[in-house]
């Protein structure tokens, strides 16, 4: 018998229309709304608007660059290293960039803050590091920061920042107490110096890791020792010198039996 069977038919798939919306699955093709066209079109002028305005208006170009923070180093002196480019756009200046400049070319700052500061200008908000001690070389001084770092040479020494004299001998092979660790040593031991104290101190000695002492006005010393416990030690100094003001020679290196000596 020729044919399928009725079932046979039925399972067959129908020929696709070629009419829109008809087809295999039975959806419907539709166009896109008017409401929607608009939002697009509106989205895309807005957006190459604010890139025209971003990069190629003339209200939104660097005019001018501002410093704030300084101390020894000048305004001009920042401005001129930071080479911020004056008359670009100011959203395509790199403030990253110009940050590492400032901070590559002038290392007595310790950080800069680069902002923009719409719509024309270029902030620098600078912290300039400050001498905790001082390397006496030659006739010039080195100007050493809170955290060891050597930062500036400069002709005549900052009034009220301590000297530091190293006397240490290196044993032979020996890294564990260099010269820099023992410099850091040294800048501890005066951070932890009470107000008083630290106005008068004239320079810090150091001999080894456990023998740094300070050198006061009126020719008195403090035996420090090594720059461990140094909140006790200070403590211990402040309360001694209170009840022996007139001896020539402190001894905190074990806070728990402080000693004061001469007159």
Known sequence: MAGGTTAERGARPKPASGHPGEGGGGGRFRLPRPRLLIAVTAAVVVAGGVLWALYGSQWLRVGKVTTSG?????RAEVESVAAVPLGEPLVSVDTDAVEARL??????????????????GISLKVIERKPALLIEKGAKFIEMDAGGVRFATVDKAPAGVPLLRMTAARP?????????????????????LPGG???????VRVRSYDSISLELTGGRTVMWGSGEDGA????????????????GHFDVSAPTAPAASGS
């Open 70 to 74: 300084t101390g020894v180093l000048t």
């Open 232 to 247: 006790a030690k200070a403590r211990a100094l402040a309360a001694l010198m209170k009840a022996v003001p007139k001896a």
């Open 172 to 192: 032979a092979g020996s890294d564990r107490f260099g010269t820099d660790r023992l410099m850091r040593e040294a800048v501890a031991v005066r951070s932890e």
């Open 103 to 120: 901070r590559r070319e002038l290392p007595r700052i310790d950080s800069v803050d680069v902002t923009r500061s719409w719509p024309d």
């Open 197 to 203: 104290v630290a106005r008068e101190t004239r320079a």
